[in-house]
């Protein structure tokens, strides 16, 4: 009973395209017991809503074909566009951190907010995490990590930038990917 047990198991079900060790009723349910009156998602009910657990709850929906299970979608939309200041907050009252810049921005993408988001905002305060040594650090000012580096990129292909492919925000991967291998569950609705 974890949302990011259940988005592995979702994301491995629809590369594979094999839901067969899925339970997608139990997980949806689930899913839905984790969702906050603010409109955000935690790891177990009753807990604090967080920008990391909104994506695998979001996304393991969207992979189930199932975001209509989100009691108040507008609401959930309208929480994760919040977590926005310069770049994105995995919590309230907590500094912009580059991770979220996927974390939260790949879950207003699946709740259909892209336009809502101030996407020059958000790209330059990944520019402004980019270090001097190359990478992306979780600050400004701050040593660059992989999994900030890895995801601050994501994040800023949702901002529509010339020059970088589009991601999945469902996987995690290039869109010209999920295309090619024809993962179904994970194309970007048109």
Known sequence: RDPRFIYCACAISA??????????????KYIV?????DGGMTQAPFQESHGGHLYCCVASLALMGRLDAIPDRQRTLQWALQRQSCG????????????????????????GGHDLVDAASVSTFLVQCETRFGGIA????????????????VGFT?????????MSPTLLL?????????????????
Not at 33 to 37: A, K, Q, V, Y
């Open 158 to 166: 949702f901002c529509n930038p010339d020059g970088f492919p589009r």
């Open 15 to 28: 590369i594979l395209d094999d839901w067969s060790g899925v339970d997608k009723d139990a997980a949806v």
């Open 174 to 190: 290039p869109e010209s990917l999920v295309e090619s291998l024809n993962i179904k569950a994970a194309r970007r609705s048109k």
């Open 33 to 37: 017991s984790c969702c906050n009156p």
């Open 138 to 153: 979780k600050f400004p000012d701050e040593f660059p990590d992989p999994l900030h580096a890895a995801l601050g990129v």
């Open 88 to 111: 994105y907050q995995g919590r309230v009252n907590k500094p912009a951190d580059s991770c979220y810049s996927f974390w939260v921005g790949a879950a207003v993408e699946l709740l």
